[in-house]
């Protein structure tokens, strides 16, 4: 499946996750309910927003931008998170509401058979970006699946409190299992802010992926190549980096550039990294 698929499924399932639980807090008043809600709201705001970014990511290079437009996934990244401390803020706003104001839970059988339906899609989708943003490298998949695994606990977290409230009577546990869910959404967001950030700062690439690149550089040592100031960044599912070749100082130029386009080869081919050289000669 490709990325913009997975994301059109994220789309359909937000869509669909929503009208079951706005279903749910219609005929059960609850809050929790209604903040779970709006938490799939952020879903669908930030899924409609990851599919339009891969698809600019997709856009090859041009003359304005020729290392690609790979960064644009980040972006998804920043705007989920902006989404969600927005639906926070309105999450509490709710929760203190209905602290000041309690109301009796409606029909909470069928609501929360809703819910749980609508968690049930949302882990089943998480399952597919998780695995579709793995393979193709997308940080706007698997910040979408990240987002959608806490919308499947947050419900668990609601469906409990919105139980034990009707249990013990405590209508103040419904407002409270909201507030809750709005600081675990907090968190989500915030680790989306910081991945987004670091992916615009150009951080370099995990260390079992510099240690594949070096791996090939190695390969070169026997015959008197040697590498250093090894750098390495990503773009989105774009993935480049940069090395001094110190070659022996008696060789042609033409053969310092075949073995220097044989590494850059082997290191695009292994790991999918996009290597530039510069070749540098050693003593005689």
């Given amino acids: 499946m490709t990325p913009r698929r997975a994301?059109?499924?994220?789309?359909?399932?937000?869509?669909?996750?929503?009208?079951?639980?706005?279903?749910?807090?219609?005929?059960?008043?609850?809050?929790?309910?209604?903040?779970?809600?709006?938490?799939?709201?952020?879903?669908?705001?930030?899924?409609?927003?990851?599919?339009?970014?891969?698809?600019?990511?997709?856009?090859?290079?041009?003359?304005?931008?020729?290392?690609?437009?790979?960064?644009?996934?980040?972006?998804?990244?920043?705007?989920?998170?902006?989404?969600?401390?927005?639906?926070?803020?309105?999450?509490?706003?709710?929760?203190?509401?209905?602290?000041?104001?309690?109301?009796?839970?409606?029909?909470?059988?069928?609501?929360?058979?809703?819910?749980?339906?609508?968690?049930?899609?949302?882990?089943?989708?998480?399952?597919?970006?998780?695995?579709?943003?793995?393979?193709?490298?997308?940080?706007?998949?698997?910040?979408?699946?990240?987002?959608?695994?806490?919308?499947?606990?947050?419900?668990?977290?609601?469906?409990?409190?919105?139980?034990?409230?009707?249990?013990?009577?405590?209508?103040?546990?419904?407002p409270l299992v909201a507030g809750a869910v709005a600081l675990n959404i907090l968190r989500e967001g915030a680790g989306l802010m910081r991945r987004s950030f670091d992916g615009l700062m150009d951080r370099a690439l995990e260390p079992t992926q510099v240690a594949e690149i070096e791996a090939v550089l190695r390969e070169r040592e026997s015959e008197g190549v040697a590498w250093s100031n090894l750098r390495t960044r990503a773009a989105g599912a774009l993935q480049f980096a940069h090395v001094d070749l110190r070659v022996p100082g008696h060789w042609t130029v033409r053969r310092a550039h075949e073995v220097a386009d044989a590494v850059e080869r082997a290191v695009e081919e292994r790991t999918g990294t996009r290597l530039t050289t510069h070749v540098e000669p050693t003593s005689p």
């Avoid at 903040?35 to 709201?41: I, K, R, V």
């Avoid at 990851?50 to 920043?78: C, I, T």
């Avoid at 998480?126 to 979408?144: K, M, N, Q």
């Fill in 7 to 174: 994301l059109a499924l994220s789309v359909a399932a937000a869509i669909f996750t929503i009208t079951l639980k706005t279903t749910a807090w219609v005929l059960t008043s609850s809050v929790g309910f209604l903040s779970d809600a709006l938490e799939s709201l952020v879903n669908l705001a930030g899924a409609t927003f990851a599919l339009l970014m891969v698809w600019y990511a997709a856009v090859p290079a041009d003359r304005e931008h020729p290392y690609g437009h790979g960064k644009a996934e980040y972006f998804s990244a920043a705007f989920e998170g902006v989404m969600i401390f927005a639906a926070a803020l309105g999450i509490f706003g709710a929760a203190a509401e209905r602290l000041s104001n309690p109301r009796p839970l409606g029909a909470l059988g069928l609501g929360t058979g809703l819910v749980v339906l609508a968690s049930i899609v949302n882990f089943g989708v998480a399952r597919v970006l998780f695995s579709v943003g793995r393979a193709h490298r997308s940080i706007a998949l698997e910040g979408d699946a990240r987002h959608l695994m806490t919308d499947v606990w947050t419900t668990g977290g609601v469906v409990a409190g919105v139980a034990l409230a009707r249990v013990t009577g405590f209508r103040w546990l419904d």
